[in-house]
T-cell receptor, first 113, second 117 residues
Framework: AQKVTQAQTEISVVEKEDVTLDCVYE???????LFWYKQPPSGELVFLIR??????QNEISGRYSWNFQKSTSSFNFTITASQVVDSAVYFC??????????FGKGTMLLVSP | GAVVSQHPSRVICKSGTSVKIECRSL??????MFWYRQFPKQSLMLMAT?????????EQGVEKDKFLINHASLTLSTLTVTSAHPEDSSFYIC?????????????FGPGTRLLVL
């Protein structure tokens, strides 16, 4: 069975601080995909990144960066110089073994001015 | 891009009525669409998987006769909540993939907030 754990329920930071959202996953599949989605207050889930299990390279996209470590089964997400517009719920998700997305419980990020 | 729309965005209805929610892929053909339900401050719960031209596959515990899903074309799937009751009030969100594979990215619609009085 697949499982995604986002241990941080809520995080509060002040604008311009860096923040890391943790994601730990469990799967028996050797081939799997990891995702991050952002859900702002409006409700729509916005796709941020997809990473397959064979690609452990870290990725940077503007202020966003992702650290994938198979050794610790983690796929953490860092926002540098956070902004108020980053306030949202962030979901980490996993798909593998012909199963569709398994979501974590989400981390609510609140960025104060 | 991969844009998915949902209509309506918000609906209020009386108990006992049926409500239809549409999910459309605007700039791509979606072989597979998914329907999720999300309660406040909770994660998404998959309700069913819908493939174009075939019957939907429902997750355990989801009533097929209660939540009717139709995927009549490669760009449209509908979810009908039949004889809605207050406990059906929730946020319903759909997603779509191009090929339908488990490894594909799901692109989500903006969601529909249903309130049953």
């Amino acid at each position: 069975a697949q499982k995604v754990t986002q241990a941080q329920t809520e995080i509060s930071v002040v604008e311009k601080e860096d923040v890391t959202l943790d994601c730990v996953y469990e799967t028996r599949d050797t081939t799997y995909y990891l995702f991050w989605y952002k859900q702002p207050p409006s409700g729509e889930l916005v796709f941020l990144i997809r990473r397959n299990s064979f690609d452990e390279q870290n990725e940077i996209s503007g202020r966003y960066s992702w650290n994938f470590q198979k050794s610790t089964s983690s796929f953490n997400f860092t926002i540098t110089a956070s902004q108020v517009v980053d306030s949202a719920v962030y979901f980490c998700a996993l798909s593998g073994g012909y199963s569709t997305l398994t979501f974590g419980k989400g981390t609510m990020l609140l960025v104060s001015p | 891009g991969a844009v998915v729309s949902q209509h309506p965005s918000r609906v209020i209805c009386k108990s006992g009525t049926s409500v239809k929610i549409e999910c459309r892929s605007l700039d791509f053909q979606a072989t597979t669409m998914f329907w999720y339900r999300q309660f406040p401050k909770q994660s998404l719960m998959l309700m069913a998987t819908s493939n174009e031209g075939s019957k939907a596959t429902y997750e355990q515990g989801v009533e097929k006769d209660k939540f009717l899903i139709n995927h009549a074309s490669l760009t449209l799937s509908t979810l009908t909540v039949t004889s809605a009751h207050p406990e059906d009030s929730s946020f319903y969100i759909c997603s779509a993939t191009r090929q339908g594979g488990w490894q594909e990215t799901q692109y989500f619609g903006p969601g529909t907030r249903l309130l049953v009085l």
